[in-house]
């Protein structure tokens, strides 16, 4: 049972950083693709960033420049670096594993972390 728990949310004031971290349990972490998803209230989830298990990495606009994704699968972690952070960057993030298994894909998602920037 592939399982994630994630932590490092919290509140910070605008311009500040915060780091996320995802633990994945149960899965064949190191081919997995990664990525992190955000939900603001009122709006639909969207993705953050992404990274596959060879390493290649994708940004939404939004956080280019700002936000660095990474992995260390000898951790099983997954990691969110958030510099400069806006009061729009506030939102439950979450972060989501995708990988193949017998007769198809897998994608399991955390329970969610709160980001609060503060103006």
């Known amino acids: 049972q592939v399982q994630l728990v994630e932590s490092g949310g919290g509140l910070v004031m605008t311009g500040g950083s915060l780091r996320l971290s995802c633990l994945a349990f149960?899965?064949?972490?190191?081919?997995?693709?990664m990525s992190w998803y955000r939900q603001a209230p009122g709006k639909q989830r969207e993705l953050v960033a992404r990274?596959?298990?060879?390493?290649?990495?994708n940004y939404a606009a939004s956080v280019k420049g700002r936000f660095t994704i990474s992995r260390d699968n000898a951790k099983n972690t997954v990691y969110l670096q958030m510099n400069s952070l806006k009061p729009e960057d506030t939102a439950v993030y979450y972060c989501?594993?995708?990988?193949?298994?017998?007769?198809?894909?897998?994608?399991?998602w955390g329970q969610g972390t709160q980001v609060t920037v503060s103006s």
């Open positions: 989501n594993l995708d990988q193949l298994v017998v007769g198809g894909r897998q994608s399991i």
């Open positions: 149960g899965s064949a972490f190191s081919i997995a693709t």
């Open positions: 990274v596959t298990g060879g390493g290649s990495t």
